[in-house]
């Protein structure tokens, strides 16, 4: 397992701090004595390091050097990992380091996501990079990036499968409906794997776990709030009592 605890080519802050905390739990919960397989943490402050030996800048000056610095990093180890690697990523955009590390020209991309992250600079609302990790995948944007990363072919879109997902920004939506991406729901699953499977030998499978039901996402989640019985009677005194408005955390 490969651990990328960055986002946006900075460690640890908002979805980075992810995979840090789970490996955390992970060895809390495991037993000592079982073997728990190699866990390869990618750490930018190495990349930084090397850059620093051999004498070039200390390292990367913008987000777009802070993404390539660290997917640089995780390619390496992908490349050097034996046997398909499993990936626990904060962000997206770890898709590229993951595809330039596994360089095959036979690959197909399984990918559930509640969005689309098939954006480019001229659809985003928010502008936002991970928003558009498929788009540079598929070879629609930020070219330079995926090339510096290693990655020189794009994926063919017609290998894309783009599974539940439910929240596009308008123009991605129409920028999905004029590619060959396919956009599935679990239901259409089964028989899109089976059409990818004579363009594609590998899979590289892309899990954000926003995907899942919002009812049942954790607390915290931007998009929805976990529904419990002891959560809906919280909910309900909260509501029963009298307060001023923005006195309480959950009203901001
Ligand atoms: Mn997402």
């Given at each position: 397992?490969?651990?990328?605890?960055?986002?946006?080519?900075?460690?640890?802050?908002?979805?980075?701090?992810?995979?840090?905390?789970?490996?955390?739990?992970?060895?809390?919960?495991?037993?000592?004595?079982?073997p728990s397989g190699r866990l390869?943490?990618?750490?930018?402050?190495?990349?930084?390091?090397?850059s620093r030996l051999a004498g070039?800048?200390?390292?990367?000056?913008?987000?777009?050097?802070?993404?390539?610095?660290?997917?640089?990093?995780?390619?390496?180890?992908?490349?050097?990992?034996?046997?398909?690697?499993?990936?626990?990523?904060?962000?997206?955009?770890?898709?590229?380091?993951?595809?330039?590390?596994?360089?095959?020209?036979?690959?197909?991309?399984?990918?559930?996501?509640?969005?689309?992250?098939?954006?480019?600079?001229?659809?985003?609302?928010?502008?936002?990079?991970?928003?558009?990790?498929?788009?540079?995948?598929?070879?629609?944007?930020?070219?330079?990036?995926?090339?510096?990363?290693?990655?020189?072919?794009?994926?063919?879109?017609?290998?894309?499968?783009?599974?539940?997902?439910?929240?596009?920004?308008?123009?991605?939506?129409?920028?999905?409906?004029?590619?060959?991406?396919?956009?599935?729901?679990?239901?259409?699953?089964?028989?899109?794997?089976?059409?990818?499977?004579?363009?594609?030998?590998?899979?590289?499978?892309?899990?954000?776990?926003?995907?899942?039901?919002p009812r049942a996402a954790l607390?915290?989640?931007?998009?929805?709030?976990?529904?419990?019985?002891?959560?809906?009677?919280?909910?309900?005194?909260?509501?029963?009592?009298?307060?001023?408005?923005?006195?309480?955390?959950?009203?901001?």
């Amino acid at each position: 397992m490969i651990a990328v605890p960055y986002h946006l080519g900075r460690r640890d802050v908002e979805v980075g701090r992810g995979p840090t905390v789970i490996c955390k739990v992970g060895q809390a919960v495991l037993p000592a004595s079982r073997p728990s397989g190699r866990l390869v943490f990618v750490d930018y402050e190495e990349s930084r390091q090397e850059s620093r030996l051999a004498g070039k800048t200390a390292g990367p000056t913008s987000e777009l050097d802070g993404i390539a610095a660290v997917n640089t990093q995780l390619a390496r180890a992908v490349s050097a990992h034996p046997g398909p690697p499993i990936i626990l990523a904060g962000n997206c955009n770890s898709c590229l380091g993951t595809l330039a590390g596994l360089s095959r020209d036979d690959l197909g991309i399984v990918w559930f996501d509640a969005h689309g992250d098939f954006n480019t600079p001229e659809t985003s609302i928010s502008g936002s990079i991970e928003g558009m990790s498929l788009a540079i995948a598929t070879g629609s944007c930020h070219g330079e990036l995926r090339e510096r990363i290693g990655l020189a072919r794009p994926v063919p879109e017609a290998n894309v499968l783009l599974v539940a997902t439910r929240n596009l920004d308008p123009n991605e939506s129409v920028r999905l409906e004029r590619s060959a991406v396919s956009l599935i729901g679990l239901e259409t699953l089964p028989a899109a794997l089976e059409a990818l499977a004579s363009r594609a030998r590998a899979v590289y499978l892309h899990l954000d776990i926003d995907v899942l039901d919002p009812r049942a996402a954790l607390p915290g989640d931007p998009h929805g709030r976990r529904r419990n019985p002891d959560r809906r009677r919280h909910d309900r005194e909260l509501q029963s009592r009298p307060r001023s408005r923005g006195s309480h955390p959950e009203d901001r």
